[in-house]
């Protein structure tokens, strides 16, 4: 596809007034050095900028490799129907007015793609600043911060559904010499995903990175593809979402014209799929250095610190161990090196002040922390000489760096660009400030390879249109999470183990407590069938209309532990499952852990050891220990709702967790169908 | 006291080698502009760096306003003597290896200040990097970043316990022109704290703001005090505090050889005092123009926000969103400003990408999103133009700060150095990440007056050198928080309410369950006997040397929730109360609400709120409430304790609170003396 490195390009509204937003794809083109054919079509000139003008697409000579349509928002369908005509395989749209307006805007996006399609036409956008090939001197975009006379070159790709932030990182980086191979910004996504392009970017032998800037995840499964390609390939992708916040998720939503997931599941989307996940914003650029070339690793949420600035280091390693990432001491493999080379360090701080601007012994500090067995990596926390001695004060990092080993990364205390360009040439992460340093670290430390759960197939089972709480428990059967609940009708069961606890059945009934559908703590027979009287004439009264399919009786289990298992498929990365805290405090605690479904049982224990509630089953302060073998067996039994595509959503609380051996008990549950 | 504007200054250890560090007082001095009189002490030389050199103190004719002792930490305490003979007021410390070096460096420490006391000499550090007055052009400092030709002056002053830290925040802020009035490091503390410190520059007309590094808080009291002259005086405080995470506590307690308490204490000591806290680095740069001149009002914890980039808006309202600050809908007076305006809106963004560079519409949309009555600022993010058009992106901020009102804060979203500088200058608060300028604003919307809860006076009790838990109770019933056991000795009290549990009363006995000295569900008169008889027995089997005081006997009790509620004296900030969801999760769940002790109601209703576990007690769901009201009372009782000296730590776990009017009940508490 001529995406990423077109030769003949049109530029379909071009501007022949130089100060327009229209005119910057020509100007910006022949700026920043493209020495291929640019066709502006305009029918109001004969020339633009200098070039040859062209009443329409049709009367431009010769193949077209890529389309920049600059018009408003009404013509777009009309050029895109002309770019088929003409066989051109790529268009992108500038304008706005689509997905992310409303209804209208839905339909209209809904026109040019299906125009596109039935055109052989691959569409980027619609609302998109274009396409970036610095490696290529292409730089087709209406991004003001071409403006720039001159734009770095790299080795990392950044995809950007917004268009103006694609813009700030691209200045921030040339602010200290950190450039990118390619800049994509892909707005609606009406056709080609950020999944897709990073896909095409892991191909591209210039690209050894790629980051996303996300405000939606559109389609998953591209997405996904092209994790597993990264992985493969050993070209990590880093990725910044917005929408952590409800309110930034709601406008996220408003701004794109996608539907919101919760984070949590965005953020296991990530997790499954090995892309490193960063909070902040400049933590997407500094990060590439730190994975640039490695593939994930075993992690032990540990780092290696040195410093030669007291006050900075310390805040490093706080701002580390916010994140839950250790700064931790010289193990026996580091410290022996540390003795080799005359210095010994017993302290989460490698103090190496006096010695901070001799870079021999800078060196030696970094390389014996790299040799710990116990670190993900080395940190080099640089004060002062940083600011005026910027040679100085990165060489011993610059030359540990010429050693293979774990990652270097570096924090500088003071204001030190020249010290960060230095560093950023040498291929080194360099952070500006603590907090981003240990965003990034924290998102190395916690990158895992693609997890590889094959899904399962579909079980055999029927879920009614309208399934009751007894059809919930026959799925959850199905799928390997056994129910001691009998359905009563008319006659009470034998060999009940009482006391039970009985409920009125009915598909039409959600609330059954409400209308005096439970009866908790029944002694016997009789009073079984009394209850089940009482409460088949109490929703007859409360609601006539209901259908009353029977009486769910259970015996009465109290265990461990209450916690609520739940299955949903999120509007953005799909099925999900989660566990958590039961009852009540479900809602209000967030205590809980959420993994794409289906799950095996080693992430099933992992959720389990994520909350909190559930330590005290594994044995905490001699109490009694839970079945958490058990448990994991019934997170996965319901992750394994994935396959059954009619079920939506589904959920047990409480799931009762009962002592070591004894296993877990479904006290409620109900499913929902899509 | 010369602290701040010495005239004469003795520099003692002075070197004649320019490249030393000894040296850097003496060039700083006259390289910033100082024109007082600088006395170097040296006995090599007859001259240093062209000054007439002195051989001792002594030698030196006239009064000396301040002498900074350059030399190893041997000569220091002789030094310090030195000064008192001469009647210096004012001594500072360059060395290390005093209170954070161990013992002996403890040792050393107490001996330096006992010498000053003696004389009469104020002591800066030990470890202390100096003092700089730049409206005086007064560079007396060890700190490199004053190797720079030219320092900006400016109206915030930094107290800084970390030296290499005050020089970091130096040069951040000179290069965007955000300038300091004074810049003082204290180190080590032993004498001048950054709380009497504070209060000092509170005094100085040239201050608005004091900003304060810490690793430790040293004397509560001073700085206490110096928050409430803060807030008289419209001149606030902002606070970033290592110590965060444990090992960032760590770490900053051997650091500094101070006693590490807990953050949650240290941010109770804040919020109590009304001092601002941020948690990131260029926070503490970037948030003093949005408070200078200010007083804490009402927080409605959202904010107005205008955008000239989609995305870079989104990151904004994203990144608040996180720290729990809503980008909130213009309201009924800011709409209407709008609509005056010809503008309108009604999303969480005040879009105006085409406007952005019209400052009368900016102007407009700013000043309209002020007017809002149920916000606590207004934010700006610039795209692109901050990059190129520097003054056409801000004359619009500009402008609209002139206008009285809340106060304004700018998010550019590309790399902007220029614009920063133009709105620093202009004195708006302006942020260089997302993250920083919501780390900033969830300060300002957090910050309150300093409270005035009066310390109650000491209630009239004698608590038991090892007080059992029936002296626990009575401590707290003698505060307000009655309880309902009673003592038995060898009879059964008559009307007890069946059933009751019962334990052994013991001060040598921590674990009662354990020996068997625990029985619940007591049914009767006979049974009670019975079971006091039993756990006597078992006792003097388990541990025949404990003294046994009685057998505890107290209805069983079941209410809505269980709470854990505590009482410590935390060794940075002194007497804590905490309030936390009970029983074992209560260490698990990190779900507490923590303040200064004492407190009154209305902040024990704050803290009730806090506590997520007791949201459903408030109402919510139609779930039954619980009796908040005598939980509130019940926090203030043991808050109480701060005024009981003797008593070091106490706690009631569980507090079983119950259905509204019916109380709570002190199911289990132990009290410990210091």
Redesign the interface.
């Known amino acids: 596809m001529s995406l990423l490195s077109p030769r003949r390009i049109a530029l379909i509204g071009a501007s022949a007034d130089s100060a327009r937003l229209t005119a910057r794809p020509q100007r910006y083109l022949r700026r920043h050095g493209f020495d291929g054919a640019i066709f502006p079509v305009n029918p109001r000139a004969a020339e633009v900028l200098g070039e040859r003008a062209f009443a329409t697409l049709d009367d431009i000579p010769g193949d077209i490799d890529f389309a920049y349509i600059l018009l408003g928002t009404e013509q777009v369908e009309d050029q895109v129907k002309a770019c088929a005509r003409r066989g051109i395989p790529v268009a992108c749209v500038l304008a706005d007015g689509f997905a992310e307006a409303g209804e209208e805007g839905t339909a209209r996006q809904a026109r040019v793609l299906a125009a596109a399609k039935a055109g052989g036409v691959r569409l980027l956008g619609p609302n998109s600043m274009g396409v970036v090939n610095t490696q290529a001197r292409m730089a087709l975009t209406t ?3 071409f ?1 720039a006379e001159t734009i770095p070159a790299g080795r990392v790709a950044l995809v ?6 694609m ?2 990182l691209l ?2 980086g ?2 200290r010499g950190l450039g990118f191979s390619h800049l994509i910004g892909t707005g609606n996504e009406a056709d080609l995903t950020a999944g897709e392009i990073a896909s095409l970017l892991l191909d591209e032998p210039g690209v050894d990175v790629v980051c996303l ?1 996300l ?1 939606a995840i559109r389609a998953p499964d591209q997405l996904a593809a092209a994790a597993g390609k990264a992985h493969a390939l050993g070209k990590p992708i880093v990725a910044l979402k ?11 939503a ?2 794109t014209g996608a539907l919101a997931g919760t984070d949590a599941a965005a953020d296991a989307f990530f997790r499954a799929h090995g892309i490193l996940r960063v ?4 933590a997407l650029l500094e990060l590439p250095p730190l994975v640039a070339g490695r593939r994930a690793a075993k992690a032990h949420r540990a780092v290696g610190v040195m410093t030669t ?7 490093a ?6 994140r839950g990432i ?2 931790r001491r010289p193990d026996a493999a580091a410290a022996a090196r540390l003795a080799a080379a005359g210095m010994a360090s017993h ?3 490698l103090d190496m002040t006096l010695a901070g601007t001799r870079p021999d012994r800078v060196a030696a500090g970094l390389d014996a922390l790299r040799a710990a067995e116990d670190t993900d990596l080395a940190l080099a926390v640089i ?3 940083a ?2 001695r910027p040679q100085d004060s990165v060489a011993g990092i610059v030359e540990a760096a010429k050693q293979p080993g774990k990652p270097l990364a570096a924090f500088l ?5 020249a010290s960060l360009r230095l560093l950023g040439e040498a291929g080194i992460a360099a952070f500006r ?4 340093a240990a965003d990034a670290i924290a998102a190395f430390c916690a990158w895992h390879a693609p997890r590889d759960v094959v899904m399962p197939a579909a079980p055999a089972i029927t879920v009614p249109k309208a399934p009751d709480e007894a059809d919930a428990r026959a799925v959850f059967a199905a799928l390997g999470l056994p129910s001691d609940a009998v359905v009563m009708q008319d006659r009470v069961p034998v060999g009940l183990r009482y006391p039970v606890a009985a409920k009125i059945l009915s598909p039409d009934i959600a609330h059954k407590t409400e209308i005096g559908g439970v009866v908790l703590h029944i002694a016997d027979a009789d009073a079984l069938r009394e209850a089940a009287a009482a409460m088949r004439a109490r929703a007859a009264q409360a609601l006539p209309r209901a259908r009353i399919t029977g009486i769910l009786v259970q015996p009465m289990a109290k265990g461990l532990a209450e916690v609520i298992l739940g299955f949903r498929r999120d509007p953005e990365v799909g099925p999900v499952v989660l566990l958590g805290a039961g009852g ?2 479900a809602e ?4 809980i852990a959420l993994r794409l479904a289906p799950v095996d049982e080693t992430i099933a224990h992992d959720m389990i050891a994520e909350v ?2 559930l ?2 089953l594994a044995g ?2 001699n ?1 009694p220990r839970g079945d958490l073998a058990a448990l994991a067996r019934a997170v996965v039994a319901v992750s394994r709702l994935a396959a059954v595509d009619v079920v939506r959503e589904a959920e047990i609380n409480p799931l009762i967790v009962h002592a070591e051996g004894q296993g877990v008990t479904v006290a409620d549950a109900w499913i929902v169908r899509g």
Not at 160 to 165: A, I, K, L, N, V
């Open positions: 991004n003001a911060a403006e950007s559904q917004s268009g103006s932030m813009g700030a200045s921030r040339a602010a800037f405000e917005l929408g952590r916040s409800p309110f930034g998720a709601e406008l996220a408003s701004h909070t902040m914003l400049e600035t007291g006050g900075g280091g310390a805040l390693v706080d701002a580390l161990g916010v250790e700064a302290a989460r701080l004060g002062s000489s600011q005026f205390a003071p204001e030190a660009t400030t603590p907090e981003s009540v405090l209000l605690s967030r205590d909190r509630a330590a005290p905490w302060r109490l």
